[in-house]
């Protein structure tokens, strides 16, 4: 069975636009619990460890209408996440990357995070980003100097649905940046998940409704892989 770790942004506070964000509960609660059903080990982490900030706005009722993931966050399963500067790459088969806006400030030029990805990757691991998770790939650059990204498939969240505004005050555009590096795709947005694989270790989904299909591929994957 395989070691995986998932990255959750520790958050950030815009106090001048009133604005919190974090890691998106779906995100993580979703493909967790497909792998661990799959009798995979998964480790969390983030920049500052311990108890990161969630979006809360994953627990609406539009994202979370069960409940399931407000009890999932509720139960504490993500609360002592491990620092990310001391993470041992070598433990670990694969790397998902959990998005929600917050991976934009914190994660996506965390050069920790870069190392981690390129080692798992060069081990010949799985490196996973959901939703608004891709934003490390564009920064982790591989020998070449190139992103490790440069010239492939990949998706992420499209400008499009962002909420109205949050553009203006995000310190990017997830898709601008994406279609400058990579092959950007952003799927039918009448279906409702989409993932692209880059290469047979890079894997990344759309958005938060595509957090199931994203667990999905990685137990597939990894099956390969523990063969």
């Keep these: 069975m395989a070691n995986i770790i998932a990255i959750l942004?520790?958050?950030?506070?815009?106090?001048?636009?009133?604005?919190?964000?974090?890691?998106?509960?779906?995100?993580?609660?979703?493909?967790?619990?497909?792998?661990?059903?799959?009798?995979?080990?998964v480790d969390l982490a983030s920049p500052l460890g311990?108890?990161?900030?969630?979006?809360?706005?994953?627990?609406?009722?539009?994202y979370d209408p069960t409940g399931k993931y407000k009890a999932l966050y509720?139960?504490?399963?993500?609360?002592?996440?491990?620092?990310?500067?001391?993470?041992?790459?070598?433990?670990?088969?694969?790397v998902l990357i959990v998005g929600g806006h917050g991976a934009m400030y914190d994660l996506a030029k965390d050069e920790s995070l870069h190392k981690l990805v390129n080692t798992i990757y060069d081990n010949k691991g799985i490196v996973a980003?959901?939703?608004?998770?891709?934003?490390?790939?564009?920064?982790?650059?591989?020998?070449?100097?190139?992103?490790?990204?440069?010239?492939?498939?990949?998706?992420?969240?499209?400008?499009?649905?962002?909420?109205?505004?949050?553009?203006?005050?995000?310190?990017?555009?997830?898709?601008d940046e994406l279609t400058e590096v990579a092959q950007y795709n952003q799927g039918s947005l009448e279906k409702k998940a989409h993932a692209v694989?880059?290469?047979?270790?890079?894997?990344?989904?759309?958005?938060?409704?595509?957090?199931e299909l994203m667990g999905e591929e990685l137990v597939n994957a990894l099956k390969k892989v523990n063969k």
């Design 74 to 94: 509720e139960s504490g399963r993500a609360d002592n996440t491990l620092k990310l500067s001391e993470v041992d790459a070598l433990k670990y088969d694969a």
């Design 9 to 41: 942004s520790s958050g950030h506070k815009d106090k001048k636009n009133n604005y919190e964000t974090g890691w998106w509960a779906e995100e993580l609660f979703a493909p967790l619990e497909l792998l661990e059903g799959a009798g995979h080990t």
């Design 197 to 211: 694989w880059a290469d047979d270790q890079i894997v990344t989904s759309r958005d938060p409704f595509s957090s």
């Design 129 to 175: 980003a959901e939703c608004h998770g891709p934003a490390p790939l564009i920064w982790t650059n591989r020998p070449d100097g190139k992103s490790i990204i440069a010239g492939k498939a990949v998706t992420g969240y499209p400008n499009e649905i962002e909420p109205e505004g949050l553009l203006d005050i995000l310190p990017f555009s997830l898709e």
């Design 50 to 62: 311990g108890k990161p900030v969630l979006d809360q706005v994953s627990l609406q009722e539009d």
